[in-house]
């Protein structure tokens, strides 16, 4: 089982997409073991997005970020850094496969509605920035042997 973390950008509570893009990582078989909705401050964006403090599209970025609320998500489920990567699509919506959730609901390459943890170390540092231990609540449902059972 592996964790990662999620945000659903501004653009996506201001879109009212958050719904419709939870029940899509829901419906995949996923679960949540940390919800929260936030304003990410400048320093929290520096923090965040630290690989990309020095990059020309930063600045911009971090007025899009703080711009307004977001909702954090720890999820939680088999391979879960992967396959939310794969669910979410390329970085440039435009670039999205139809069926991803930047193919469907995004044309921007700046406000692509959500962020996902790149890798595993990734996912545990970013965790760890939203989440405190205590706010992450570990479940289990009789489904998970039918949703996760191994080939
Ligand atoms: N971004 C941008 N312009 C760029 C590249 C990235 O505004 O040329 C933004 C975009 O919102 C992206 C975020 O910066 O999601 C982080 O970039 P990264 O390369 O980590 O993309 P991601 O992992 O989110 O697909």
């Known amino acids: 089982m592996e964790r990662t973390l999620i945000l659903l950008k501004p ?8 719904g419709r893009i939870m029940a899509r ?3 995949r078989g996923f679960k949540f073991a940390g919800v929260k ?12 997005y630290a690989e990309h403090v020095s990059k020309p599209f930063y600045p911009l970025l971090e007025s899009f970020i703080t711009s307004g609320p977001i909702i954090a998500l720890c999820v939680e489920g088999p391979e879960a850094v992967r396959v939310m990567r794969d669910m979410m699509g390329k970085t440039n919506c435009r670039d999205s496969a139809p069926g991803t959730i930047r193919g469907d609901f995004g ?11 790149d890798s595993i170390e990734s996912a545990a540092r970013e965790i760890a920035i939203y989440f405190k231990p205590e706010e992450l609540i570990a479940t289990t449902s009789a489904l998970e ?3 996760y059972a191994s080939d």
């Open 25 to 27: 990582i829901e419906d």
């Open 107 to 117: 044309l921007s390459r700046q406000m692509n509605l959500i962020h996902g943890s």
């Open 145 to 147: 042997p039918w949703l």
């Open 11 to 18: 653009d996506a509570v201001e879109r009212r997409l958050c």
């Open 37 to 48: 909705m936030l304003k990410v401050t400048p320093e929290l964006s520096r923090q965040h």
